[in-house]
């Protein structure tokens, strides 16, 4: 196990830069955004903690990057920035999106993403990819058929068994296809991919700084070691790309959590609906991070 240990300075340079512009825009966020950020420069924080190294074969050892810091991140001339007239993140179940993408992206649609929990890449001999993203396009797909319990029982039913060539305009492929139970682990790693993913879209890169949902992730027990929050170098990104207050942000989650799903609990449909929108939504595997919210509120609210 390696602990990625970065200097303060080094920290404090990746977060507020040394360019004089970015230095005064962090001087005018909030008092209370400031402290929570710089929560960053404390070794000791209980709220933000170093990468931690577990084998080899982790993203950062396996595959090495330059690593963006905020200014770098700012000054992208190829990161594409929401507008108020573009600023939707549509989520489709695939079986639309591919119908959805021919036409064209809704004229108020910043990105696009498309979900299935059929495995994209069901070959042995390719690399396990948990989703892809086109950051100039502003679309992304994402299969989360391995993040349920059963994937690796040879009783899945989700598998594609030969990629069969349809016409352009077939896609029973994806019809009345079979959905594994959402599980509340489930739940949590498709919300740690989307939201990952959607942040390269937004132009953040891997995160080398400290523990962060942004972190690179080679395989599962990786990606389940990453948090589901971001560190607040990638934060003050996110921020700078959309604009929020962090309370509001903190809030809107907490809410998100606590918000009962509309639907009968404890139902699971054994096939997927492409206007399916009752599944239910068990959130026990997102107790800690709320907990996690609570403390940097408290932090922001000081
Ligand atoms: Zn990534
Ligand atoms: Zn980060």
């Known amino acids: ?25 962090y001087k005018n966020l909030d008092a209370g955004e400031q402290r929570l950020m710089n929560e960053a420069l404390q070794p000791a924080s209980d709220l933000f903690g170093p990468i931690i190294l577990h084998s080899r074969s982790d993203w950062i050892t396996s595959h090495p990057e330059p690593a963006q810091d905020f200014e770098e991140f700012f000054s992208d001339p190829y990161r594409r920035t929401p507008s108020p007239e573009k600023c939707s993140i549509y989520i489709q179940c695939i079986g639309h999106i591919l119908k959805f993408l021919k036409k064209r992206k809704p004229e108020d649609a910043f990105c696009v993403v498309g979900i299935t929990m059929i495995d994209l890449y069901p070959r042995d001999s390719w690399n396990f990819v948990f989703g892809q993203a086109s950051l100039t ?58 939201t990952h993913e ?26 389940d070691r990453r ?50 929108v009752n599944l239910p939504k068990p959130v026990e595997a997102f107790k800690e991070w709320r907990e996690w919210i609570i403390k940097c509120l408290a932090v922001v609210q000081k």
């Not at 920290?11 to 970015?22: D, E, H, V, W």
């Not at 009345?176 to 682990?185: A, D, I, K, L, R």
């Not at 390269?200 to 599962?220: D, T």
């Open 137 to 194: 396009d502003g679309v992304g797909i994402f299969s989360f058929a391995r993040y349920g319990n059963d994937f690796y029982s040879s009783h899945y039913k989700g598998k594609v068994k030969t990629l069969q060539k349809k016409s352009s305009s077939d896609y029973s492929i994806f019809d009345n296809y079979y959905t594994p139970e959402v599980t509340s682990v489930l739940l949590l790693r498709s919300c740690k991919t989307l």
């Open 227 to 276: 948090p589901l929050n971001l560190c607040p170098i990638c934060l003050r990104k996110l921020q700078c790309a959309i604009g929020f207050k962090i309370v509001e942000r903190y809030k809107a989650l907490v809410k998100w959590i606590d918000d009962e799903s509309a639907d009968t609990p404890g139902v699971t449909p054994k096939h997927s609906r492409e206007d399916n």
């Open 198 to 223: 959607v942040g390269h879209i937004f132009g953040v890169r891997h995160c080398q700084w400290l523990a962060c949902l942004m972190q690179g992730s080679n395989h599962l027990e990786e990606a």
């Open 1 to 25: 196990m390696q602990i990625v240990r970065h200097s303060e300075q080094t920290l404090r340079t990746a977060l507020i830069s040394k360019n004089p512009a970015l230095v005064s825009q």
